[in-house]
């Protein structure tokens, strides 16, 4: 499986941005995908996940209300809509995807959020 994410860059603090992650590959086998951020100095942290079957979703307490994580089946594509922005906000953001026996990383793209 090969992860392919796009639509970060700069935004001041309250504007939005949205990413895609395209999957690749043996996509039949994924059971879910999912953003993840890392932060400099910090450890990677789970944004949120969306499940292939029922698209049941799981947002961290940090983002909820703000981001919204969805999927195009047909794509194999996941977005993340990402309103109201804050500087804490700012990371790399990677996508990731599982298939039961283990994880796939995307190369990571860069959010970015101006005080």
């Known amino acids: 499986v090969q992860l392919v994410e796009s639509g970060g860059g700069l935004v001041q603090a309250g504007g939005s941005l949205r990413l895609s992650c395209a999957a690749s590959?043996?996509?039949?086998?994924?059971?879910?995908m999912g953003w993840y951020r890392q932060a400099p100095g910090k450890q990677r942290e789970l944004v949120a996940t969306?499940?292939?079957?029922?698209?049941?979703?799981n947002t961290a307490d940090s983002v909820k209300g703000r981001f919204t994580i969805s999927r195009d089946n047909a794509k194999n594509t996941i977005h993340l809509q990402m309103n109201s922005l804050k500087p804490e906000d700012t990371a790399v953001y990677y996508c990731a995807a599982v298939d039961g026996l283990r994880f796939y990383w995307g190369q990571g793209t860069q959010v970015t959020v101006s005080s």
């Open positions: 969306i499940t292939s079957g029922g698209g049941t979703t």
């Open positions: 590959g043996s996509t039949f086998s994924i059971n879910a």
